[in-house]
Structures are given as structure tokens and as C-alpha cells.
């Protein structure tokens, strides 16, 4: 299987996607002076790095709070299929599932590790019978976050990942 290579970045690009992931709504205008180049040229830089597949896509973060979704509930899964048939079923139930926000395959004791948002503990009962109605599960367990310490949607952009 032949590896992918990461894109060749260099500081001008990191100072955009820095700057872009900080607020992406700015001016190109703006932008490009923030990053000390010409319009254009920010412009042109922007386009190649979603052309890269780098920016994926330009999005607005909204407040959970504010959307009465204040509960962030952490489900390990683990399951005893491990088989294609049963892989595509639980990804074709937690995409009909709009509260499951992340899912992550997992190495260890954990094979599923979910990140929910809804808005009470009512809410994620309801979305708990739906996992289950939908998928075979062997245990399903839920921990409930007390308090959000860190909260960043921005990638670090690593000076190993960039060229001079």
C-alpha cells in the first residue's frame, strides 16, 4: 500500500491556515495583510490548500449552550462482530443519528468511542434506544462530561509538516 504524502507547507501557509482557523469569515483583504502577502497572492495560496484537500471546508461553530444542547455525553462501544456487514449497519445508524458528533474506531478494550451532544439526560436516553434498536451491541457504556476545560476546533500546524 503506498503511503500518502502530506502536502510541502511553508510559514506563509501556516500563517493562513493559522489565521483562517482563528476566523474564517475575514475579508481575503484583511487576511492577506494579516499574513503580509498581496490579495491575490493569499487568494491563489487559499485555493491550492483546498485544492490539497487541506481546507476541507469553511464552517460556523455554534454554541451548544445557546442551543439548549449543554450535555456532552462520551459512549464507549464494544461489540463482539467484527465483520463487514455489521460495520457498515452500526455506520449507517449513527449517521442517522445527528447528535453523535464524533465517532472514532479504537484500538484496546474500547472498539467505538463516541462524542454526543443533546440537551438533558431524557434526550440522550432517547438516543441510546435508537443505537441500540438500530445495531447489535455487546456493552455501551456513558460518561457524561461535568465541565468543558478545553475546546478547540484548530489544528496545531507543526513546523515538522512545513518546508522553508
Same mark, same amino acid.
Given at each position: ?6 502536502? *510541502? ?92 458528533? *464524533? ?62
Amino acid at each position: 500500500m503506498e503511503k500518502k504524502s502530506s502536502p *510541502e507547507l511553508d510559514r506563509q501557509d501556516s500563517r493562513i491556515l493559522a489565521a483562517l482557523q482563528a476566523d474564517s469569515s475575514q475579508a481575503i483583504a484583511e487576511l492577506a495583510e494579516t499574513v503580509g502577502l498581496s490579495t491575490n497572492a493569499c487568494w491563489r495560496r487559499i485555493k491550492r490548500l483546498e485544492e490539497l484537500g487541506v481546507i476541507r471546508g469553511r464552517v460556523a461553530l455554534l454554541d451548544p449552550e445557546k442551543l439548549r444542547l449543554g450535555v456532552t455525553v462520551f459512549v464507549s462501544v464494544r461489540t463482539n462482530e467484527h465483520n463487514d456487514a455489521w460495520l457498515q449497519q452500526f455506520d449507517a445508524a449513527v449517521a442517522q443519528i445527528p447528535e453523535v458528533v *464524533e465517532l472514532y474506531r479504537m484500538s484496546g478494550d474500547i472498539d467505538y468511542l463516541m462524542k454526543i451532544v443533546v440537551a438533558d439526560i431524557a434526550h440522550y436516553d432517547r438516543v441510546y434506544k435508537r443505537l441500540i434498536k438500530a445495531v447489535r451491541l455487546t456493552d455501551v457504556s456513558s460518561s457524561f462530561a461535568m465541565e468543558q476545560m478545553k475546546y478547540t476546533t484548530a489544528l496545531p500546524v507543526l513546523d515538522s509538516t512545513l518546508r522553508d
